[in-house]
């Protein structure tokens, strides 16, 4: 099912590519001059693209890597006038050009090995594609300006136009990220409608401004209306590597714990992993799975008080005052180190009877349970052992919930396709 959602996306944008390019190479460009300023700036747009990385799914920054490139393919198709003149391009030649402009402005990067995903590519094309056959066949027949005329109601029309295109992008967004990660359809649509109020408000605004500019000052206001959104892409870059740094400093802080020798290695990022891919399948906003990798990653910090080490740092296994006194030691750690107030409750509080705990600690106590039981071997006998010992515990000590989603996840290998957290 989620290969046949990939391939249809991708035979969509792969056969509007076909088609645009053969009927314009067949018929020639319209208005050449007008196609070769656009192109020109979504080539300059693809230079100028954020490599996409493997970091957290959290950064919306990553879903818009080319915001100058999607934000001129967007003006192109909204282009009705060039200083007053009317535009006679169809949409067969816009996605002819978006297509050639966005191949030519990706080949240094291809050249580097850090080409954009095919996914990526097929969302920009369908997304375009979509706002120029809603706008370009009414422009062309004159009956939007019968219907809106070329006043106030022309851009309160735009404006609505780029609601749905923004909608179709977060749908197609969603859809793709749940078919090659498996995460619910869901939270990963709400999160993308989230992620347009960011950089994505900013591409269409500025997609809008650039086709209205244009419409009366010609294509000399593109590089003009291209600052505001080269600016905001610079603070979008600046706050996530702030965010990207910050992650890597709790990485290193949570690895204390097996350098000291408290924890096996990689236990932490083991559960950390796990539990975004948990709090995947609950339905968490990225917000959510922000605080809930943080304390996972941070979840064992109280063992560096004790004086004599946890057998194998196995606090499944301690009695329960035990095991709170090492919860409460590493809240007060996490606040010492300056991280966020809910990160350090969760900490605090993943010992506690499930029912007075917050979500987010249900999840590390239950994750942190099974990768204590599973042990390092990870046998699949010692895994359904594990997942056995927390179903007999969801009475008191594990929501049932968390407990049903963990095994989904685990049936299906899907903490295999959780995006790691990077070492410190």
């Known amino acids: 099912m989620r290969g046949t959602a990939v391939w249809t996306v991708r035979g969509a944008a792969g056969l509007l590519t076909v088609v645009g390019l053969g009927h314009t190479l067949w018929n020639g460009i319209v208005e050449p001059?007008?196609?070769?300023?656009?192109?020109?700036?979504?080539?300059?747009?693809?230079?100028?693209?954020?490599?996409?990385?493997?970091?957290?799914?959290?950064?919306?920054?990553d879903r818009q890597p080319a915001p100058l490139g999607s934000a001129g393919a967007l003006a192109y198709a909204l282009l009705g006038q060039n200083a007053g003149q009317p535009t006679h391009h169809g949409v067969l030649q816009i996605v002819a050009v978006v297509v050639a402009a966005a191949l030519a402005g990706i080949v240094p990067h291809v050249a580097r090995g850090r080409g954009p995903a095919v996914d990526h590519v097929a969302r920009r094309v369908l997304t375009v594609a979509f706002a120029a056959v809603c706008f370009q066949p009414l422009y062309n027949s004159g009956r939007l300006e019968d219907l809106v005329g070329q006043g106030p109601y022309l851009v309160l029309f735009l404006l609505c136009l780029l609601g749905l295109t923004a909608l179709c992008d977060a749908v197609l967004a969603a859809a793709l990220a749940g078919a090659s990660t498996g995460w619910p359809y869901g939270p990963l649509l709400r999160d993308e409608l989230r992620a347009q109020l960011g950089i994505g408000s900013a591409i269409c605004a500025t997609g809008v401004v650039m086709a209205l500019g244009a419409a009366v000052a010609g294509l000399w206001a593109l590089p003009v209306f291209c600052?505001?959104?080269?600016?905001?892409?610079?603070?979008?870059?600046?706050?996530?590597?702030?965010?990207?740094?910050?992650?890597?400093?709790?990485?290193?802080?949570?690895?204390?714990?097996?350098?000291?020798?408290?924890?096996?290695p990689g236990h932490s990022r083991r559960v950390a992993a796990l539990s975004c891919a948990v709090g995947r399948e609950l339905g968490l906003s990225e917000r959510e799975l922000t605080v809930l990798e943080y304390a996972a990653l941070m979840h064992d910090i109280g063992q560096l008080s004790l004086v004599d080490p946890v057998p194998a740092g196995a606090t499944a296994e301690l009695?329960?005052?035990?095991?709170?006194?090492?919860?409460?030691?590493?809240?007060e750690v996490a606040r010492q180190t300056g991280v966020a107030a809910?990160?350090?409750?969760?900490?605090?509080?993943?010992?506690?009877p499930y029912r007075e705990q917050p979500v987010a600690a249900r999840i590390v106590r239950a994750v942190n349970a099974y990768d204590d039981l599973a042990g390092v071997s990870r046998h699949p006998g010692g895994s359904l052992a594990a997942l056995e010992r927390l179903r007999l515990g969801t009475g008191h000590d594990y929501q049932p919930e968390v407990v049903e989603c963990l095994a989904r996840v685990l049936a299906r290998g899907g903490h295999d396709r959780v995006v790691p957290v990077p070492p410190g």
């Open 227 to 264: 600052v505001p959104l080269l600016l905001t892409q610079m603070s979008f870059h600046r706050i996530t590597a702030i965010r990207t740094t910050y992650r890597q400093t709790i990485t290193s802080l949570a690895r204390a714990t097996e350098i000291a020798g408290y924890t096996p």
């Open 319 to 331: 009695p329960a005052a035990e095991a709170r006194r090492i919860a409460e030691l590493g809240g």
């Open 342 to 352: 809910e990160v350090a409750v969760v900490v605090e509080r993943q010992a506690d």
């Open 33 to 61: 001059g007008t196609a070769l300023a656009f192109g020109t700036l979504i080539t300059l747009g693809e230079f100028a693209r954020r490599d996409q990385r493997t970091g957290h799914p959290a950064e919306a920054a």
